[in-house]
């Protein structure tokens, strides 16, 4: 059957990972592997005074162990280029200054550094040796408080905008509201840890790498290890999650690969739980004061969004929380900028929704208190304030239905039975609450590369070097090119996650489907265009001389007025093997003309226990709308992904760190809460589609990443209706509603 795009089709590569037979980067199997184990930093800055090793190479096993003390030199990657999305650009690793770069001096950064590796015949000798590793150092006063060096924030991403006079709209407006939102520092925690299998064959590399940014894998080893980009393969097969974590080269995949260099072996590294929390990135800590200025009837005459998050002084990074606040709603005057502290702590990262779910968590949790000081229901506020236009850059949109999802999510939800007053709901003696927020997310696109190959026996093979992290982007992209060329979805098959096959972007940002999707969509189209002609110009074909517009594809045949014939069939006659069109799709300069973004709402109910202070939620509607939906299935299965994390977001996460010592010290899954089945009850996604003719060649905007955001805004909204208490600071304890 050819597929429609839209159908809520079943992922090709599920009954591998079901049954097992879905190898990710630590379970390819190379000949004579060795294993690698990092030894970690236990200060957090200073020097190593003295690494004393000799234990650690006695032990059994021992191949090796590399530090500073005996590290081959690495070579500083360029100045990073631009990225539009807030992705990592795609020659860009984690690092900024030369001293980041693993064991090129006796420098410690942060606690939990990589100082060390040792490489063993097998991961048990390895875990010992490492621990027979002993290092004295000379430790320096720390900067581990954000609040204590808030005065030192500087704007490293040039994140300050500015619109009309938004203070003084401000200072003269009839309602207002100040505040000062937080959020904690969080962490990925993929089910798969960071791992790498590595493997040098003279000057040329292989790496197969848990990694949602291949190319620039590449890039980096090759800039660090000085060989041409030709010489190094990076391959991930399977990505057990990422959420922005896998973006990056962290340290440990320059250690594997130096490791594999000088012991001569294919060497095997996976992070520890623990590690993850130090050695791959997290959220960082956000501390924002928004203020809204409005009239008497809630149209908002100011808005000012501003802050500082967490970073260090060894990466670029910085958390761009005010982004959102351009976008959102209309106003003559808006302000924002969000600088960065420097601490001495481990380098924070992109996360899912970086930027947009921070802070759309101060912007819809200050809209809610601006509702009750005018009096006005949160939802009515929201319309009052929608953006017909983009409200910093004046640009019309390239398609937008946020009021749909208002009244459809308003609808679904009940929203019109809530009674305004705090506590005022109840069932039995539990007291409920129900709150709304809006989202949004940038629609990105970026350059992508794409190769359609059909064979003499009717199949078709789609490449391109993305990568499918369970998003679904293997069935979505052999869905794709069926429909465009007019064959059924079985006889399609998407190869990825290889640096040998056509390139494509990291996939972050929610541009997968727009950046990959145009290519395939563009290959599939251009190999469609020379079957056509093939048939056209044979004699011995039915459909010789015809009009190839007036030819349709379906089925896997091209059909005319008199009849048609196979693909099959059409090579056969040629004596061709194959038929193959490569793509290159690149964003355009008519899209520059519209503003593109995705929106959404989201409607919580939560339960308070009025002695116990225990929040439940009971139920979620959200609904978005992102363009062309490519697979109904996948896409539900991402928004409410998205939803999820975003409950824990508001109620359950935050990583505990200890000032005092510079330490993450929940340092594991036990400790780092996340939702689990039994927090999970009614969760309902709206899906509401769009035609948008100006986004992208596929009219689909990015849905991996907004299904997080506004919900941890739309659970405290609710909480404070329930309790009459507001949470600015997440998560939503009991300590903080007593």
């Not at 929608?386 to 609808?411: F, I, M, N, Q």
């Not at 955001?709 to 329930?722: K, P, S, T």
Request: hydrophobic share 40%.
């Amino acid at each position: 059957m050819i597929p429609k795009i839209g159908d809520p089709r079943d992922r090709v590569d599920g009954r591998q990972k079901v049954t097992g037979s879905a190898k990710y980067a630590a379970e390819v199997a190379v000949k004579e592997v060795a294993y690698a184990v990092l030894v970690s930093a236990t200060i957090p800055v200073g020097t190593i005074r003295s690494m004393d090793v000799a234990a650690a190479k006695k032990a059994p096993g021992v191949i090796g162990v590399i530090s500073h003390l005996n590290a081959m030199e690495l070579h500083q990657a360029p100045p990073p280029q631009s990225s539009s999305g807030g992705a990592p650009p795609p020659n860009r690793g984690a690092y900024r200054e030369p001293s980041a770069l693993p064991f090129q001096d006796a420098n410690v950064h942060y606690l939990g550094q990589s100082i060390a590796v040792v490489v063993a015949e097998t991961l048990e000798q390895a875990t010992h040796a490492a621990s027979l590793v002993k290092v004295a150092y000379d430790e320096k006063p720390s900067r581990t408080s954000m609040s204590a060096h808030r005065a030192d924030a500087v704007d490293r991403s040039k994140s300050e905008f500015h619109k009309g006079d938004a203070d003084a709209a401000f200072a003269s407006a009839p309602v207002k509201i100040d505040a000062v939102y937080r959020t904690p520092y969080e962490h990925h925690n993929p089910m798969e840890a960071h791992s790498i299998t590595v493997e040098w064959n003279g000057d040329k590399a292989t790496l197969h790498d848990s990694s949602q940014n291949i190319f620039a894998a590449r890039q980096t080893i090759a800039n660090a290890f000085g060989v041409p980009r030709e010489n190094v393969r990076v391959t991930s097969p399977f990505v057990g999650g990422a959420f922005g974590s896998k973006g990056s080269s962290w340290p440990h995949v320059l250690i594997a690969t130096m490791a594999s260099r000088m012991t001569k072996r294919p060497v095997k590294l996976v992070l520890t739980r623990k590690q993850l929390f130090f050695a791959a990135g997290h959220r960082p800590e956000t501390e924002q004061r928004v203020r809204l200025g409005a009239t008497k009837d809630g149209r908002l005459v100011a808005l000012i969004h501003d802050g500082v998050s967490q970073a260090n002084d060894i990466s670029d990074y910085a958390e761009r929380f005010t982004r959102p606040a351009r976008v959102i709603y209309a106003t003559p005057n808006l302000r924002g900028a969000s600088p960065v502290v420097a601490l001495d702590v481990a380098t924070p990262t992109y996360m899912r929704a970086p930027g947009e779910s921070p802070g759309m968590f101060a912007i819809e949790s200050a809209m809610d208190e601006l509702a009750y000081a005018a009096g006005i229901d949160p939802m009515q506020l929201r319309l009052v304030n929608h953006a017909d236009v983009d409200p910093l850059e004046g640009k019309p949109w390239s398609s937008k239905s946020l009021k749909e999802c208002y009244t459809r999510g308003a609808e679904r939800f009940g929203w019109s039975r809530r009674t305004p007053q705090p506590r005022s709901m109840r069932d039995g003696r539990l007291l409920i609450g129900q709150g709304m927020s809006s989202a949004t997310y940038p629609a990105h696109r970026s350059p992508a590369s794409a190769k359609a190959t059909m064979k003499s026996d009717g199949t078709m093979v789609v490449q391109s070097g993305s990568h499918e992290m369970g998003m679904g982007t293997a069935t979505v992209m052999a869905q794709l090119a069926a429909e465009t060329i007019g064959m059924p979805a079985e006889r399609v098959r998407f190869e990825y996650g290889d640096t040998l096959l056509p390139q494509a972007p990291i996939s972050a940002g929610s541009m997968t489907a727009a950046s990959v999707g145009s290519a395939v969509w563009g290959a599939a189209h251009s190999l469609r265009k020379k079957l056509i002609d093939i048939a056209v110009a044979d004699p011995r074909s039915p459909l010789h001389g015809m009009d190839p517009d007036a030819l349709k594809t379906s089925d896997g045949r091209i059909v005319g007025a008199n009849g048609g014939e196979s693909f099959s069939e059409l090579l056969a006659r040629q004596y061709l093997p194959t038929v193959e069109a490569q793509f290159d799709a690149k964003p355009e300069e008519e899209e520059e003309k519209y503003a593109a973004h995705a929106f959404g709402a989201s409607f919580a109910e939560v339960s308070v226990d009025p002695d116990l202070m225990i929040v439940r939620l009971r139920r979620l509607v959200s609904a978005f709308a992102a363009g062309r939906v490519l697979n109904e299935k996948t896409a539900r299965s991402q928004y409410l992904g998205g939803m999820v994390w975003g409950i824990g977001m508001a109620l359950l996460e935050k990583t505990h760190f200890d000032e005092r010592i510079g330490s993450f010290t929940s340092v594991n899954l036990g400790e780092y809460l996340l939702p689990v089945h039994a927090d999970i009850r009614d969760l309902d996604v709206i899906l509401v589609e769009e035609d948008d003719p100006h986004v992208n060649p596929i009219g689909a905007k990015g849905i991996g990443e907004i299904g997080i955001v506004g919900v941890a805004a739309a659970i405290a909204n609710a909480v404070f209706h329930a309790t009459g208490k507001r949470v600015r600071d997440l998560p939503i304890t009991i300590d903080k509603l007593m």
